[in-house]
């Protein structure tokens, strides 16, 4: 994967160390290069160390291109629905890097159904990834953060719109539910220097689970980059003034004077599928916006 150059002006972080989870492919990936061109050294957490048919793209392929690129990164294998392995992900970060800056809570399990067709174990397995393991992992991080002064627990999780609810419940219950821990969280750790705070894209943006799951097609999607440039936007701002609150990429870019959207579409002229609020494409028909 080859960024697009920024649209935001980088800072330099040189110094911090970011863990990012779902970082061997996709828009984990996309965090991580963006991170490390900004001098962080990225920790690179996901269960793939090598790519397969339908999930190219690994851990190390990761580092590689980090590498490759002048940064400084690590691989650090994990299955998140494991409480042993997110113990493991911050306790071997902490022990070979002293510090931990920046947690990206990327990483995500994807099953939409209605109530009735969603057998337990894909309830299990959505709360696991997409709440439980973040829960643990920004827990494991206030200590830590705390005494180096500060840090940022950064959520990939979507504004609580209700309406989307019918026919992926469970999926939503533990989406809403990692947005209800930067809800929470932010306001009670603001104090110690630690900014909690959410980010997630205005449209469906290019990854491997919006091609598996044929979401749209590529004329209908942004890059990656969006979210990449969004997550600088998101460090850049002053803490008290984005924490405690789920933040757009739109919001953050045009923080930073982005205000023109049509470079990050994948296809030229594409219209990109809105994912929030007003046309929303996961509202069922009738209960758009």
């Not at 209605?114 to 709440?131: E, I, S, W, Y």
């Amino acid at each position: 994967m080859a960024l697009k150059a920024s649209r935001v002006e980088m800072p330099d972080l040189s110094g911090q160390v970011a863990v990012v989870t779902g970082a061997s492919r996709g828009i984990g990936k996309a965090l991580s290069l963006r991170l490390a061109e900004a001098g962080v050294e990225v920790v690179v957490v996901a269960k793939s160390e090598v790519g397969r048919e339908g999930l190219p793209g690994s851990i190390h392929d990761t580092v590689a291109e980090i590498e490759a690129a002048g940064g400084k990164a690590r691989a650090l294998r994990a299955n998140l629905r494991h409480e042993a392995d997110v113990q493991r992900m911050i306790e071997e970060t902490l022990q070979q890097c002293g510090r931990i800056d920046i947690l990206i809570n990327n990483a995500g399990a994807l099953f939409m159904a209605p109530v009735g067709a969603t057998p337990m174990k894909r309830f299990d397995l959505v709360h696991q990834v997409n709440a439980r393991a973040p829960f643990q992992a920004a827990q494991m991080c206030l200590e830590p953060m705390a005494r180096q002064g500060g840090g940022h627990i950064i959520n990939l999780s979507p504004p609580i719109e209700p309406e989307i609810l019918p026919g992926k419940v469970a999926y939503c219950m533990s989406k809403f539910g990692m947005s209800l821990l930067t809800l929470g969280l932010g306001p009670e750790v603001a104090a110690q220097g630690i900014c909690v705070a959410s980010l997630w894209p205005a449209t469906i943006v290019e990854s491997q689970a919006s091609i598996n799951h044929k979401m749209g097609t590529p004329d209908m999607w942004r890059g990656p980059e969006v979210l990449a440039d969004a997550l600088i936007a998101l460090l850049s701002q002053p803490k008290d003034e984005i924490n405690g609150r789920i933040w757009l990429d739109e919001e953050l870019l045009a923080r930073c004077g982005v205000d023109d959207l049509a470079p990050y579409s994948v296809v030229e002229g594409g219209t990109p599928l809105r994912i929030v609020g007003a046309g929303n494409w996961m509202a069922p028909s009738g209960q758009k916006g």
